[in-house]
């Protein structure tokens, strides 16, 4: 059985929504809410890496899971500590023992159309070409379903204030049940994401019977990442771009889209959803 990795970390969580006043279409002041958003740049051994734009609900997460998806570091076990300093709106990783060459990593950049981030180092899309899922796990209709109430009842910031993504990861308990293992949100969906992926890392959780939903796009390095985490099923309340069904198509992730109420549309890899009628 795999060691839980020994990090020293911080815990800098930040108030999450604000209160401002503002005037409505008739004049009248108002008191709402909206979410905060901070700049976090990651420092890398003393060396930076990115800025990030963030609520800050899970700041050390979100640093631990970036550095996975982007292969900066090969395991948690490599990382002695996370110290996330919002006064000076930096993370600071001390590393045990480095392997990556980061200058050849970062030496190639690929802009995405993630918020809230948007960058890709090294050759992660030639590298999906060695990446395939294998076949199963199976989830029911009735799972899925119920899934999809459990986001849709959930208590979240998007409802207080809006401006936010949210992700989440489920567990299978069979075919057909699942239980919510995390939810993030964060200004970017792939900031979120990369939160969960971090938890995930830290408690050496493996991909293969979970379920990860999102309320963003399900785009290639949304695919990606996906596929990193070894998770069969990718789920949005949005939609799927073409580059992200072709990703999918290569690492046999089943991607499901306008998923809302008891109505999904499943682009790939049918075969693990078993049908019932549901009225």
Same mark, same amino acid.
């Given at each position: 059985m795999a060691v839980k990795p020994n990090i020293q970390m911080s815990n800098a969580s930040v108030p999450l929504v604000h209160e401002v006043e503002i005037l409505d279409e008739m004049g009248r002041l108002k008191l709402t809410h909206i979410p905060g958003e901070r700049p976090l740049t990651i420092y890398l051994d003393k060396r930076e890496i990115v800025t990030l734009m963030t609520l800050g609900s899970a700041p050390e997460a979100l640093v631990l899971g970036y550095l996975r998806n982007q292969r900066m570091v090969e395991s948690p076990g490599d990382i002695e500590s996370i110290q996330v300093d919002w006064d000076?709106?930096?993370?600071?990783?001390?590393?045990?023992?480095?392997?990556?060459? +980061?200058?050849?990593?970062?030496?190639?950049?690929?802009?995405?159309?993630?918020?809230?981030?948007g960058t890709m180092f090294?050759?992660? !899309?030639e590298e999906m070409s060695q990446t395939r899922l294998p076949e199963g796990p199976t989830l029911s209709q009735e799972a899925i379903v119920?899934?999809? *109430?459990? +986001?849709?009842?959930?208590?979240? +910031?998007?409802?207080?204030?809006?401006?936010? $993504?949210a992700c989440a990861v489920f567990e299978r308990q069979g075919d057909a049940e699942v239980r919510l293992l995390y939810f993030i949100e964060d200004v970017g969906r792939h900031n979120a994401v990369d939160s969960i992926s971090g938890l995930m890392w830290l408690v050496n959780k493996p991909g293969?019977? #979970?379920?990860?939903?999102?309320?963003?796009?399900?785009?290639? *390095? !949304?695919?990606?990442?996906? @596929?990193?985490?070894?998770?069969?099923? #990718?789920?949005t309340r949005s939609g799927v771009t073409l580059m992200?069904? *072709?990703? @999918?198509?290569?690492?046999? #992730?089943?991607? !499901?889209?306008?998923?809302?109420?008891? $109505?999904? *549309?499943?682009?790939n890899a049918p075969e693990r959803v078993l049908f019932s009628q549901i009225s």
């Open positions: 000076t709106d930096s993370a600071a990783v001390k590393t045990r023992r480095s392997t990556v060459d +980061i200058d050849a990593l970062t030496s190639k950049r690929v802009v995405t159309t993630g918020c809230g981030q090294g050759g992660l !899309m119920g899934l999809i *109430e459990s +986001i849709r009842s959930h208590d979240t +910031i998007y409802k207080k204030s809006g401006s936010v $993504h293969k019977d #979970l379920i990860f939903f999102t309320t963003g796009r399900l785009t290639s *390095e !949304m695919v990606i990442k996906g @596929a990193q985490m070894g998770i069969p099923f #990718l789920l992200g069904l *072709e990703l @999918a198509r290569k690492t046999n #992730l089943t991607i !499901m889209s306008r998923c809302s109420g008891k $109505h999904f *549309e499943i682009y």
